[in-house]
């Protein structure tokens, strides 16, 4: 099951005991920063669970996968995220276990 938006702003209710629309403002202003810093092409990091960062992409020749004509793929910037080594071994040992479980 995803999480979502919806059952974040629960989470933060639960938590933090608040209302439910100061839960919802307080993510939401999270949020925002993190879109913001990220079109201004700056880093997003969260210690202990990752970065966001923006990459560049060159134009590069293509193809249609319907019709097979070559195109141009333009020039456009990416988001990327990379997790943070606590995060991803806490992945890969959650995995590991579950794994054994099987």
Same mark, same amino acid.
């Not at 974040?8 to 403002?25: F, G, Q, W």
């Not at 079109?39 to 970065?51: M, P, W």
């Not at 456009?76 to 997790?83: E, L, M, W």
């Given at each position: 099951m995803?999480?979502?938006k919806? %059952?974040?702003?629960?989470?933060?209710?639960?938590?933090? *005991?608040v209302?439910?629309?100061?839960?919802?403002? /307080?993510? !939401?202003?999270?949020?925002?920063?993190?879109?913001? &810093? /990220?079109?201004? =092409?700056? !880093?997003?990091?969260?210690? =202990?669970? %990752?970065?966001?960062?923006? &990459?560049?992409? *060159? @134009?590069r020749? %293509? #193809? *249609?996968?319907?019709?097979?004509?070559?195109?141009?793929i @333009?020039a456009? #910037?990416?988001?990327?995220?990379?997790?943070?080594?606590?995060l991803?071994? /806490?992945?890969n040992? #959650?995995a590991a %276990?579950?794994?054994? !479980?099987?």
């Amino acid at each position: 099951m995803a999480l979502t938006k919806d %059952g974040l702003v629960e989470m933060i209710r639960d938590k933090v *005991n608040v209302p439910l629309s100061e839960a919802k403002d /307080l993510l !939401e202003t999270v949020l925002e920063e993190i879109k913001l &810093k /990220l079109e201004n =092409g700056e !880093e997003v990091k969260i210690s =202990g669970f %990752g970065k966001w960062s923006i &990459k560049e992409k *060159n @134009s590069r020749p %293509g #193809r *249609n996968p319907h019709t097979g004509d070559k195109i141009e793929i @333009s020039a456009r #910037r990416v988001v990327t995220f990379s997790p943070s080594d606590k995060l991803r071994d /806490l992945v890969n040992e #959650r995995a590991a %276990g579950k794994k054994l !479980e099987e």
